[in-house]
């Protein structure tokens, strides 16, 4: 059974980058006739807001991108992320280290313990040194350190849980198959499946698609304030979309019919 996702964080409206990111993954389920769930990344709730979250659905709606199911909110699924923490204790301890001194790659200076007199707040995995192999739909296998970073945050010093832990909880939880996402999380999936490994999880395949670039070549987001994607011209967008995912056009027309031309032509098998 096919049960693919979108997951946007509701940090901003939806753009062009995370389009593509949202038509690549819809096509790529309703090409064999899966699921498509819609999760919204709300960890960071000091970053996310409800209006963008509902903006992001309207715009979706908009598109005839049309969801399975409930969306779900990972600000209101603590519980779960709890669990697998209680899962994880042999392997995360607490650091006292602020994000400063803690630096890009951590070294895990507070494994044995965290400075005395300080308090220890950010909880993190001790991540081994082997790499972890995986194939990629689009890239092929792949080699992925789990050490990048060294030993990684599972839980932050203000109590929100990391992308990498609630991404992974979800997933599982949500019996999804097949993770279609940007290929800046790539360099994350190495570090997602040896969480996937310890708690007992299936592995899922992955389909890392290109990024959307603006023109001096930086990642369309809504830090740099890529343009919110406006449903009342949803075909430009998707024939937009399509082309940029190398994708055969389709009849422009309504947004529904575009999308069931384009799912029964989906190719992910890209020339590059
Ligand atoms: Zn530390």
């Not at 951590?106 to 313990?113: I, L, M």
């Not at 609630?166 to 599982?172: F, I, P």
Request: aromatic share 8%; hydrophobic share 35%.
């Amino acid at each position: 059974v096919y049960r693919g996702r979108f997951a946007p964080s509701p940090t901003g409206h939806l753009h062009f980058g995370s389009l593509v990111a949202a038509l690549g993954s819809y096509l790529d389920a309703r090409s064999v006739g899966g699921e498509w769930l819609v999760r919204m990344e709300d960890v960071d709730l000091s970053r996310c807001r409800d209006e963008y979250a509902s903006s992001i659905l309207r715009t979706l709606e908009g598109l005839g991108l049309h969801w399975d199911g409930a969306v779900e909110k990972q600000s209101e699924r603590s519980s779960l992320y709890n669990a697998a923490l209680e899962s994880l204790r042999p392997w995360t301890y607490l650091c006292s280290c602020t994000r400063r001194e803690a630096g890009e790659v951590y070294d895990g200076r507070c494994r044995a313990g965290a400075a005395l007199g300080r308090q220890a707040k950010t909880l993190r995995i001790e991540a081994p040194k082997e790499h972890r192999e995986f194939e990629d739909r689009r890239l092929g296998v792949q080699r992925g350190s789990v050490a990048a970073a060294g030993d990684f945050v599972l839980r932050n010093s203000e109590g929100h849980y990391s992308y990498q832990l609630a991404v992974v909880v979800d997933d599982a939880e949500q019996r999804i198959s097949d993770v279609v996402r940007g290929e800046d999380l790539l360099e994350a999936t190495a570090r997602q499946i040896y969480l996937q490994e310890l708690l007992g999880y299936p592995r899922v395949r992955y389909l890392h698609l290109p990024l959307a670039r603006d023109a001096a070549g930086q990642k369309l987001s809504k830090q740099n304030r890529a343009d919110p994607i406006d449903a009342r011209h949803g075909g430009c967008w998707i024939a937009e979309a399509l082309r940029f995912l190398g994708q055969r056009p389709v009849t422009f027309d309504e947004p529904a019919r575009m999308l069931a031309q384009a799912s029964a032509q989906w190719n992910w098998q890209w020339n590059s």
